[in-house]
């Protein structure tokens, strides 16, 4: 079986949000990767690393896996690109947001 998705450690995922997106940093800094928890019909997946049960979550309103124990998230194929994209729009909402203060229109 092929693989389709990537293994991807959390300040890995941190460093690209922020090299996309650096006004996402707060002013003290990252401390960690905030993700919501998700339902899921389908048996959790175990991590490859430790094998523990991975957490359903949200990152970025995309639906990944993440291994709490070892810090990882599963991305399949696209995941990454849409948590990046989604990330992209937020600066690119905010910007105008204040671009649109500036000028006052």
């Not at 991975?54 to 995941?79: A, K, N, T």
């Not at 948590?83 to 649109?100: P, Y």
């Amino acid at each position: 079986m092929k693989c389709k998705g990537a293994l991807i450690a959390v300040v890995d995922v941190v460093r690209e949000l922020v090299a996309v997106a650096p006004d996402l940093v707060p002013d003290e800094g990252v401390g960690g990767l905030p993700t919501l928890g998700r339902r899921s019909r389908t048996p959790l997946v175990a991590c490859a690393m430790c094998g523990a049960p991975m957490e359903p979550v949200f990152l970025g309103g995309v639906p990944v896996d993440r291994c709490y124990h070892d810090d990882l998230i599963w991305f399949d194929r696209g995941e990454l690109q849409q948590v990046l994209a989604a990330a992209r729009e937020q600066r690119d909402e905010r910007q105008a947001s204040w671009l649109s203060r500036l000028l006052g229109v």
